[in-house]
């Protein structure tokens, strides 16, 4: 569940290209396909506009939901609470949560692993972040909204966390898989807040390697956020490349939005958020994404970002954040 962008490190990584898991869009068979408007995916001759809710099934949903699945989603719901209690709480508008529901839906649709049930809430906390927890519970805060000056960047971010997920980046030898290997050892089916409490601990021994008078500190909150690698982070940066090849979003928009990222920190002293802790050096990250725009396939259309306006109008762009970078 690390945020947004990735600023923190103080030593180069290599390009992205020379991970072997890079997913390139000139290699995907959905890139510059709008998935709504393809006739070959079943979808009503509607116009790009109406995006279908995120109920609704699309072609990349027909995977069913393995145990494996099942047991990650109860953990995401059953720690979601927490995560929006300590985020500042819901933002207290229906009407604004909706426009952030519409305006994720297409990015949820495309993704790899859109057979989970997607949900995202909106946060009332004025700080830059994005978070995505175990089975798909996405949590965006009001300020990262005010950071972003065209929906493209604030897809890019999106895409980012949505390729953790993907990747299972919090429950691949994690402590959320230490958590489920925990709870079926001891005979337990349901993963309450109760439960997931109670085991915290255990999973946190089993997880982080510590001095014998150490004690276990993982709580609620911790549980995707801590685990990630650079490596990690570097594989959800790039899935924002496959996302956008999917629906025909230009990759320099993400381009515009690490070098924003990359200003907030020089603002803050070079002292970058706490979130940021585990991702590549801002400098790298903006190179690597520059170099990803520069081989990606420009779309011949612009998207339509369902929602946006409404979340605009009511969260205007921080003036030094202004314009696309």
């Known amino acids: 569940m690390t945020g947004a962008a990735a600023l923190a490190a103080h030593t180069a990584l290599p390009a992205f290209a020379q991970f072997p898991g890079a997913i390139k869009p000139q290699n995907d ?19 790009q506009s109406a995006v279908p809710s995120q109920g609704r099934k699309s072609p990349f949903q027909g995977a ?3 145990d494996e699945d099942k ?3 109860e953990v995401g719901r059953a720690a979601l609470r927490y995560w929006v209690k300590q985020g500042g709480g819901p933002y207290p508008d229906e009407r604004l949560q909706k426009a952030l529901r519409d305006y994720c ?16 809430v909106l946060l009332n906390d004025p700080s830059v972040n994005a978070s995505a927890g175990p089975g798909g519970q996405v949590m965006v805060n009001i300020g990262l ?5 065209h929906p493209a960047e604030l897809a890019s971010v999106l895409a980012h966390e949505i390729g953790h997920v993907d990747f299972r980046h919090s429950v691949n030898d994690g402590p959320v898989s230490e958590l489920i290997k925990l709870a079926r050892e001891k005979g337990m089916g349901r993963y309450t807040p109760e439960l997931i409490e109670k085991l915290i601990p255990e999973a946190a021994m089993e997880n982080v390697s510590r001095a014998a008078d150490e004690k276990p500190k993982l709580d609620i909150f911790d549980l995707a956020e801590n685990g990630f690698t650079r490596q990690d982070e570097v594989q959800a940066d790039e899935h924002v490349a496959m996302i956008f090849s999917r629906l025909g979003i230009d990759m320099r928009y993400a381009v515009s939005m690490h070098k924003k990222l990359m200003k907030l920190n020089d603002d803050s002293g070079g002292e970058p958020p706490v979130f940021l ?24 259309t612009e998207f339509v970002y369902v929602g946006w306006d409404v979340l605009k109008a009511a969260f205007p ?4 954040f202004k314009g696309i970078f």
């Not at 396909?33 to 001759?45: E, I, K, L, M, T």
């Not at 297409?106 to 790899?112: I, K, N, R, T």
């Not at 050096?281 to 520069?294: E, F, G, I, K, P």
Request: charge should be negative; proline fraction near 16%.
């Open 317 to 320: 762009t921080t003036p030094k």
């Open 277 to 300: 802790n585990n991702h590549p050096a801002s400098a790298d990250r903006v190179d690597a994404t520059a170099m990803l725009a520069a081989t990606s396939p420009k779309p011949r």
């Open 105 to 120: 839906a297409p990015l949820f649709a495309v993704a790899e692993r859109s057979n989970l049930p997607w949900a995202v």
């Open 29 to 47: 068979p959905y890139a510059q396909v709008d998935p709504y408007a393809d006739p070959r995916n079943g979808f009503p001759s509607t116009p």
């Open 71 to 73: 047991a990650e989603i």
């Open 145 to 149: 909204i005010h950071m972003c000056d």
């Open 64 to 66: 069913p939901l393995t």
